[in-house]
Nanobody, 120 residues
Framework: QVHLVESGGGLVQSGGSLRLSCAMS????????MGWYRQAPGKQRELVAS??????????DYSDSVKGRFTMSRDIAKNTMYLQMNNLNPEDTAVYYC???????????WGQGTQVTVSP
């Protein structure tokens, strides 16, 4: 079982930055994939960034809409993942969720979500 708690959302002006944190409790296995998703009003949840645990941060994939602006990272000692978001624009407004996909069991674990609002 994995428990995830996000923090760091808020209101920011266009062009600003925020850093989201996701505190993870429970064991993260090498076969797991960590990720950040977002869901804007009236839209489907979309994958923003993902990192296979086994890569130890060496590999991170981003959606085209955030590539070059967002950076996903992980602090193993703190068992926390982060999403650094720079040059935000109103289209980034959404509820952001952290996720751990346990592919060996076909399970996904989700945080409660944190709201990010970018004003023009």
């Amino acid at each position: 079982q994995v428990h995830l708690v996000e923090s760091g959302g808020g209101l920011v002006q266009s062009g600003g930055s925020l850093r989201l944190s996701c505190a993870m409790s429970g064991i993260i296995f090498k076969g797991d994939v960590m990720g950040w998703y977002r869901q804007a009003p009236g839209k489907q949840r979309e994958l923003v960034a993902s990192m296979p645990t086994i890569s130890n941060g060496a590999r991170t994939d981003y959606s085209d809409s955030v590539k070059g602006r967002f950076t996903m990272s992980r602090d193993i000692a703190k068992n926390t993942m982060y999403l650094q978001m720079n040059n935000l624009n109103p289209e980034d407004t959404a509820v952001y969720y952290c996720n751990v996909e346990r592919r060996t069991l076909g399970r996904q674990y989700w945080g409660q979500g944190t709201q990010v609002t970018v004003s023009p």
